[in-house]
């Protein structure tokens, strides 16, 4: 797996990867720019691209360093051309807990974008393009798409109504599916990049439910393994006769 990323950095000893498709889909971005419109234009893809590094990697921080207040370290971040992932050494528990931990991420992005808004009013087109690609990202997290962070947000209040995470997380994925198909649908007859987002969230939610039916598997040995034991212990006392106080003296 360490072969297709790459370290890049370690604020606050968590390891910022990149996939090699952000550094392909990334570099050739930049070179189709400066083949098309000079090297004004790949400067200005480089600086997009920079604020979308930053914006993500943040947002990313923002969820491992909630989690670390919870007790829960970050292996490490990766940054992909659509997004980032942190990797929690551990599961968060349902409930406040999640919701504090999926909120983190949008909170950062919406924190960012108001502190450059200022500067966006003032008339920098730089900082109007960071409040803008801070505010959509920070906005669109919000969707209640598991596992994008506004579904974590759904899962955990379902689990701690319910009081079953394995039947909120069954709920929420297909509230996102229907979600990502709506988005694919609408990106079809509309054009623009609400195609590829759709195709994005039918994946994610195809490798969760993956992830589910691994877990119900992984539950049912466990229980299977449990009753076994029981039985053995249950067998073994009945083999043994009647407890020894009730023996006749001899």
Same mark, same amino acid.
């Given at each position: 797996?360490?072969?297709?990323?790459?370290?890049?950095?370690?604020?606050?000893?968590?390891?910022?990867?990149?996939? !090699?498709?952000?550094?392909?889909? =990334?570099?050739?971005?930049?070179?189709? /720019?400066?083949?098309?419109?000079?090297?004004?234009?790949?400067? !200005?893809?480089?600086?997009?691209? =920079?604020?979308?590094?930053?914006?993500?990697?943040?947002?990313?921080?923002?969820?491992?360093?909630?989690?670390?207040?919870? =007790?829960?370290?970050?292996?490490?971040?990766?940054?992909?051309?659509?997004?980032?992932?942190?990797?929690?050494?551990?599961?968060?528990?349902?409930?406040?807990?999640?919701?504090?931990?999926?909120?983190?991420?949008?909170?950062?992005?919406?924190?960012?974008?108001?502190?450059?808004?200022?500067?966006?009013? !003032?008339?920098?087109?730089?900082?109007?393009?960071?409040?803008?690609?801070?505010?959509?990202?920070?906005?669109?997290?919000?969707?209640?798409?598991?596992?994008?962070?506004?579904?974590?947000?759904?899962?955990?209040?379902?689990?701690?109504?319910?009081?079953?995470?394995?039947?909120?997380?069954?709920?929420?994925?297909?509230?996102?599916?229907?979600?990502?198909?709506?988005?694919?649908?609408? =990106?079809?007859?509309?054009?623009? !990049?609400?195609?590829?987002?759709?195709?994005?969230?039918?994946?994610?939610?195809?490798?969760?439910?993956?992830?589910?039916?691994? /877990?119900?598997?992984?539950? /049912?040995?466990?229980? /299977?393994?449990?009753?076994?034991?029981?039985?053995?212990?249950?067998?073994?006392?009945?083999?043994?006769?009647?407890?020894?106080?009730?023996?006749?003296?001899?």
């Amino acid at each position: 797996m360490e072969n297709n990323r790459s370290s890049l950095l370690r604020p606050f000893g968590i390891p910022i990867r990149l996939h !090699s498709s952000f550094l392909l889909l =990334g570099g050739g971005y930049i070179l189709w /720019q400066a083949l098309s419109g000079g090297a004004s234009a790949a400067a !200005s893809a480089l600086l997009l691209g =920079g604020m979308l590094f930053g914006s993500v990697a943040l947002h990313e921080l923002g969820h491992a360093l909630t989690a670390r207040a919870f =007790g829960l370290r970050t292996r490490d971040i990766t940054l992909y051309p659509f997004g980032g992932v942190a990797a929690l050494e551990g599961e968060p528990k349902p409930g406040r807990q999640e919701a504090l931990i999926a909120l983190a991420g949008p909170a950062v992005n919406l924190v960012l974008a108001a502190i450059a808004l200022p500067f966006a009013l !003032s008339g920098s087109a730089l900082a109007l393009s960071f409040v803008g690609l801070n505010a959509i990202m920070g906005v669109f997290n919000l969707l209640p798409a598991f596992p994008m962070d506004g579904g974590r947000v759904l899962r955990s209040w379902m689990a701690r109504r319910s009081g079953d995470p394995l039947q909120a997380t069954e709920r929420a994925l297909g509230i996102s599916r229907w979600l990502s198909w709506g988005m694919l649908a609408i =990106g079809v007859f509309q054009g623009g !990049s609400l195609v590829l987002v759709g195709l994005a969230l039918l994946w994610m939610n195809r490798q969760e439910r993956r992830r589910l039916e691994m /877990q119900r598997l992984e539950m /049912q040995r466990r229980a /299977q393994v449990r009753a076994r034991r029981e039985t053995k212990v249950v067998a073994h006392d009945h083999w043994q006769g009647p407890p020894m106080w009730s023996h006749p003296a001899v």
